[in-house]
Structure formats: C-alpha cells, structure tokens
C-alpha cells in the first residue's frame, strides 16, 4: 500500500526557517517525481515544487523561488522541503504527492502538515 | 503562474449530470493533454478522479468523466449523488517556466 506521511510542520515567525519531511512507503521511491502543494486556510490548491526520480532536476512556483528547496533522500525513501525567510503568506497545510510525471497527475498525496508563519 | 479558471460553486439535484469547465490558455490546456481533475471534500487531502484528460485511475466511479476542447476542460460527473458533494479542483501542465497550475476550485452542492 502506498503512503505519503509528511512531518515538520509548525508555527513559526516570519523570517523564519522551517523543513518539512515526507516519508514515503508502498512503491519505488526512486522512480517517481514527487511535488509539494500546498493549500492555504480556507483557499485553493497551489503547486509549489517538483523533483526528479533521482533529484537531479527540481522547479519551484514563482512565490517560493529562492526561499524554498526541495529535496529527497532515496536511501531513506524521504522527501524534503527546506522553506526559509517564511512569510504570512505561506501559511497553509502542505501536502506531499506523488506525480506520474514532471506534470502532475498526482495519484498519491499525503494527509498534509499545517506551517503557519504569524508574529 | 496563473490559476485556471473554474465556477465558484455548481449544484444539482440527485440522478442529474453536472459539467464544471476550467479555462486556461494557449500556453497551458490549450498545448499538453496533460489536465487532471481531483476532489478533495473537507478536511481530507485531494484524491486523482481524472487524469490525462479522460481517464479514471482504477476504482473512480466511470460517473466520472473528463473532456478538452480548446483552451478548456470539463469535468462531468453523471447519475449525482449525495456523496459527490466536494470541492473539485483541475489542473494543467503549464509548460515550461510555469510547471503545474491549479483552477481555483469549484463547490459542488447536491440539493
């Protein structure tokens, strides 16, 4: 069976660091594009990265651009989202989800980790 | 990137057929068949209903189907039941630069 657990989530201030873990069973970790997306309290659904099978290749949406990196450990079956100089507006629960692809199609997806990012 | 664009809310009585549309651009629907559709009801994380643009992961209800034409994509869900009441949420390819972009969601009541 097939699970995503994500872990790490929190309040934090803003300008702030926080990372986020995903754990991942039930298939072959190495071979999937993994994403985080996020949704925020009350809104929408908005993608935020994308990694490769073997990390090699990575995008981030254009609000996280150079504060946000994603990561995985396919040793440990583990994926990372490392979020500095956090912002209200990142505030929202963050879902890891497992895509057929670079594009999406996400078949798998995580319960979510709440980050809320508040003086 | 840009969201795609959906009804805020559709409603229907149950046994009738409901469409939701989501309008992208040339850049987006318009150039990959790469649209999926998800339902998400609260609280819960979003489950895949369609992907490709017309085609139903194993166990999704075949009341689900999906369709493109142009720059949108369409979502029907036929023979309503009150379990169908969910938000419905697509997404798209949005190519290079843009990556993944999601429609803004739609709340689909049945009376």
């Known amino acids: 069976e097939v699970q995503l657990v994500e872990s790490g989530g929190g309040f934090i201030q803003p300008g702030g660091s926080l990372r986020l873990s995903c754990a991942a069973s039930g298939f072959t970790f190495s071979s999937y594009w993994m994403h985080w997306v996020r949704q925020a309290p009350g809104k929408g659904l908005e993608w935020v990265s994308r990694i490769s099978g073997d990390g090699s290749s990575t995008s981030h949406a254009d609000s996280v651009k150079g504060r946000f990196t994603i990561s995985r450990d396919n040793a440990k079956n583990t994926l990372f989202l490392q979020m500095n100089s956090l912002r209200a507006e990142d505030t929202a629960v963050y879902y890891c989800a497992r895509g057929s692809g670079y594009y999406g199609d996400f078949d798998y997806w995580g319960q979510g980790t709440l980050v809320t990012a508040s003086s | 990137q840009s969201a795609l664009t959906q009804p805020a809310s559709v409603s229907g009585s149950p046994g009738q057929s409901i469409t939701i549309s989501c309008t992208g651009t040339?850049?987006?629907?318009?150039?990959?068949?790469?649209v999926s559709w998800y339902q998400q009801h609260p609280d819960k994380a979003p489950k895949l209903i369609i992907y490709e643009v017309n085609n139903r992961p194993s166990g999704v209800s075949n009341r689900y189907s999906g369709s493109k034409s142009g720059n949108t994509a369409s979502l029907t869900i036929s023979g309503l039941q009150a379990e169908d009441e969910s938000d419905y949420y697509c997404?798209?390819?949005?190519?290079?630069?843009?990556?993944?972009?999601f429609g803004g969601g739609t709340k689909l009541t049945v009376l």
């Open positions: 040339n850049n987006d629907i318009g150039s990959h068949n790469l």
């Open positions: 997404c798209s390819y949005g190519g290079r630069g843009t990556y993944v972009v």
